[in-house]
């Protein structure tokens, strides 16, 4: 959008300064035309009279004199020239001279008037569009001349070279489009910015209300809006919670109320199915808590995080391997990352068999690689896993599946702090879940 406007100010700026330049040339050379046709009026009227009272054998020696620059006089040919009618000058020398002389426009026009005229600008018209014409005068005694009226000469060079000037004026208004355009488009990348900020931290200040009084408009719009959307997460979070912890109390009742149920095969059967109820509730709250922004950021080391999840999968009989260092920090909650770990490879675990854990450092981030040794997942199928509640196997049985939040829940934190969470068949067996985290820089 940058180069879009400041390019469409340059052309705006430059077509109206060349129209301008044009029509300013033009005005200035009607104007230099008018001077002109009056200055050559009032010459011819002076040559002529003068002429008139030169005595005839006398008169060829004084046109050889008087007639220089652009008005000739000079003796007719006797041949009889072909007439036109009357034009504009030469009804006003007719005017002037009186009725003494006789005036008459000749159609043979001079052949000065068909050559090119010289000009010192782009814009300059190369053609002289002023008076230039031939005209008989029959003078008092009968003599018949041949007056002309021709463009003006070619003025002398300068030196001056016009792109001289131009090209200043050019890098002037590329200046000022450049600041122009910097000044319109800034409070958009600052929306823009702000509107990203809002997805990785719902808690992110609010924009600051200054410039324009559109800008500030649609920042307060922007304010507003962010305000509601904290106000809705929290109002849902808690209300989930409240819900949630309702529930434990008549859940635990009923836990204790099925040891009581003498059917050992019965009361195993509900207890399975009050425990998955159970896992469902907090797994429902886990995913409105990890849509939740809320919390203080803080640095994190990659790898001792790491480290220690796999340590507690481990110990907990789940068959993890870890490879490779990334050797960088991050920003981030520390629990939330912690549990995006632990669901992808619970995940890994439960479907594949084993985890393949490796860490790799790239420029400005580190990927965490999750492999198992499973059958993988269809390639039509990789997007909607991450939806929730959403399951490859149609069972509902906590051993086949759970409940199909494991990895909403991992792609909401992952987004929640920047990174990027994908899927992807392995080409060595099985699936593997790639998450990407952006490094910590000290002067975020």
Not at 106 to 134: I, K
Not at 421 to 435: C, F, I, K
Request: charged letters at 20%; proline letters at 5%.
């Amino acid at each position: 959008m940058t180069g879009r406007v400041f390019f469409a100010l340059m052309l705006g700026i430059i077509a109206s300064a060349a129209l301008t330049q044009w029509l300013a040339l033009n005005e200035r050379q009607r104007t230099l035309e008018r001077y002109r046709n009056f200055h050559a009026l009032e010459r011819a009227e002076q040559i002529i009279e003068t002429a008139d009272v030169v005595r005839p054998e006398s008169r060829a020696q004084y046109l050889a004199v008087a007639s220089k620059g652009s008005v000739q006089l000079e003796l007719a040919s006797e041949e009889r020239p072909a007439l036109h009618p009357p034009t504009e000058f030469s009804a006003a020398l007719s005017q002037r001279l009186g009725r003494e002389f006789q005036v008459t426009p000749l159609a043979e026009r001079p052949a000065a008037c068909d050559r090119p005229v010289a000009t010192n600008t782009v814009f300059g018209a190369t053609q002289w569009r002023g008076t230039c014409e031939s005209v008989q005068i029959a003078m008092t005694d009968g003599q018949l001349l041949k007056l002309s009226i021709l463009p003006p000469r070619a003025p002398a060079p300068t030196g001056h070279n016009e792109y001289a000037v131009f090209v200043p004026f050019l890098l002037c208004i590329a200046v000022l489009a450049y600041l122009v355009t910097r000044m319109t488009v800034r409070p958009l990348k600052q929306l823009a910015q702000a509107a990203k900020d809002l997805g990785n931290d719902i808690n992110h200040p609010p924009l600051e209300l200054t410039g324009a009084s559109e800008i500030r408009q649609a920042s307060a719009a922007f304010n507003a809006m962010q305000a509601r959307i904290r106000q809705y997460i929290a109002q849902r979070t808690e209300m989930l919670a409240a819900i949630t912890h309702d529930l434990q109390t008549p859940l635990t009742r009923l836990r204790l109320r099925l040891e009581k149920v003498p059917d050992e095969d019965l009361r195993h059967k509900l207890i399975g199915d009050l425990s998955a109820m159970q896992a469902m509730v907090k797994e429902g709250l886990d995913l409105a808590r990890s849509m939740d922004a809320g919390g203080a950021m803080q640095k994190l080391d990659l790898d001792s995080l790491l480290d220690s999840v796999c340590a507690d999968a481990a110990d907990a009989g789940q068959p993890v391997e870890l490879k490779g260092a990334a050797g960088m920090a991050l920003l981030g909650r520390p629990l939330d990352i912690q549990r995006c770990l632990v669901n992808l490879i619970d995940n890994a675990v439960k479907y594949g068999q084993k985890a393949h854990v490796t860490v790799e450092r790239l420029a400005g981030a580190a990927r965490v690689r999750i492999r198992d040794e499973g059958p993988g997942i269809p390639p039509d199928q990789l997007a909607r896993v991450f939806e929730p509640f959403y399951r490859l196997e149609s069972s509902r049985s906590r051993t086949s599946g759970g409940t199909g939040l494991g990895l909403t829940i991992a792609r909401n934190i992952a987004e929640q702090h920047g990174a990027t969470l994908s899927l992807a068949n392995s080409d060595h067996g099985g699936l593997e879940a790639v998450l990407t985290l952006p490094e910590f820089y000290a002067g975020k």
